[in-house]
């Protein structure tokens, strides 16, 4: 169990030292308890006061690193057990399960890799691939994973097989130098697979049977006695229901009941006989605390929205993604080019920036300062009103790069016109369309009209 703040209190030396970057100890040891800071930034804790506070000072879901290039991500060390309490840090690994003996290997893996699309002005990809051991002997399995490490360089892998000697051979031929996390310890051979795991320094995932929570601690206690910390939890639930309710246990145990044998990332298995079943599963898998989630279908319309929901999941809620307010010229703009603001909300940007760069009208758009909100958002809590406008139509420099006073404000906020009309006198105030996908209509048949 975590100590409280006051626990940890009584084994800091005391001295407010003012060294931990804290103006007291007990400042110290309230933040240590809300896991916020480090024991070791304290230079004065005594060695068996750090053995005391070792349940304070980790954090309750271990953070576990996957891969070992530029492309390696994190999983773990989470604090909430929902978005709106604070935040998700770690977004989970999106990885493609291909076959040790599917005779198109080497594609797939490559499509994997170079899978890339944009959102918002970020770029979303793939995190990963499983080598499932489809049969064969340890050699034909390391040949596989040698194949596809060929075919995707540095792309983070998982290694799925229940023989330890194919794993061995395996990571022995390269695979270790990539850091992949094995897959996976069961209760018939949690030993071998710890030794090989120990053996190449990489993270080892555990397998429960069917949901055996009980069995999982058994797994972690083994396994971590054996030496290995870097764990993640494979519950071994085989639907939408069993995930659910284990995966929600295992994050609960970890947050609130302090359980240290639980307190690792969370493996889930996606895959389905279709992708819309896959899809499913992997959507709720992301909502609901996996750190690693494994899908068989390469299906776009199913990838896509599996990147979509988890950047929007894993964005902070106190912080909407943005982009910076200023003056953006789409196309080649001119001095008669119309003239279109909005807030600097990143999707509400994106969707009006495209639109008008479709429509094929060279355009200037205003970004305003909206703390990143959206225009109806932003309308509601007066940062995108009248005297806000006319301040970033002033600031913005618009007025010496054209050769008209026209200004025309998102649809959604026409009730805004007369009192933007006060704010810039001399300006024609127009109402636009209310939505972006009527803008390129809007400009061609209203603007010049």
């Not at 051979?169 to 992949?180: I, Q, T, V, Y």
């Not at 494979?234 to 246990?249: E, I, N, S």
């Not at 307010?325 to 009006?352: M, R």
Request: hydrophobic share 45%.
């Amino acid at each position: 169990m975590a100590l409280t703040g006051l626990q940890i209190y009584k084994l800091l030396p005391k001295t407010n030292c003012k060294e931990c970057g804290f103006p007291t100890c007990l400042a110290f040891a309230m933040k240590l308890a809300q896991k916020g800071t480090e024991l070791d930034k304290c230079p004065y804790v005594d060695d068996e006061a750090k053995t005391a506070l070792d349940a304070a000072s980790a954090p309750p879901i271990k953070l576990v690193a996957i891969g070992a290039g530029e492309r390696a991500f994190e999983i773990g060390n989470e604090i909430v057990l929902f978005r709106h309490e604070k935040t998700f840090y770690h977004q989970p690994g999106l990885v493609v399960r291909v076959k040790s003996d599917d005779p198109q290997l080497a594609e797939v893996a490559a499509r994997v890799a170079s899978y890339e699309v944009e959102r918002v002005g970020m770029k979303l990809r793939l995190d990963g691939l499983a080598v499932e051991h489809a049969g064969g002997d340890a050699a034909a399995y390391a040949a596989a994973v040698a194949a596809t490490r060929a075919a995707a360089p540095g792309l983070p892998l998982v290694l799925m097989s229940g023989d330890a000697a194919a794993l061995d051979a395996a990571l022995s031929g390269g695979a270790a130098a990539d850091r992949p996390l094995v897959h996976a310890a069961a209760a018939a051979n949690w030993q071998a697979m710890a030794d090989v795991a120990k053996k190449h320094g990489c993270p080892l995932a555990i397998r429960a049977e069917a949901g055996d929570l009980a069995g999982l601690v058994d797994l972690s206690e083994n396994v971590r006695g054996a030496g290995i910390e870097d764990l993640v939890l494979d519950p071994g639930t085989a639907g939408l229901a069993g995930d659910l309710v284990a995966f929600t246990q295992l994050r609960r145990l970890a947050l609130k009941k302090g359980a240290r044998a639980l307190g690792f990332p969370l493996f889930a298995d996606a895959g389905a006989p279709t992708w819309q079943a896959e899809l499913a599963r992997a959507t709720q898998a992301i909502a609901k605390y996996a750190g690693v989630i494994i899908i068989d279908h390469l299906e776009p319309a199913a990838v896509y929205a599996l990147l979509t929901l988890r950047q929007n999941v894993y964005t902070d809620p106190q912080k909407p993604i943005q982009v910076e307010p200023k003056l953006y010229e789409v196309g080649s703009a001119g001095p008669d080019s119309p003239v279109l603001i909005t807030t600097n909300f990143s999707l509400t940007y994106f969707s009006v920036s495209g639109e008008v760069e479709g429509a094929g009208v060279p355009a200037w758009l205003l970004v305003a300062d909206s703390d990143g909100q959206s225009v109806l958002t932003a309308w509601a809590a007066g940062k995108f009103d009248a005297e806000k406008i006319a301040k970033t139509v002033k600031d913005s420099g618009i007025e010496s790069r054209i050769d008209h006073k026209k200004l025309v404000l998102p649809g959604h906020v026409a009730g805004l016109s007369g009192e933007v009309e006060e704010e810039l006198p001399g300006w024609q105030i127009m109402v636009g369309p209310r939505d972006a996908v009527d803008i390129p209509n809007y400009l061609k048949n209203v603007w010049g009209a």
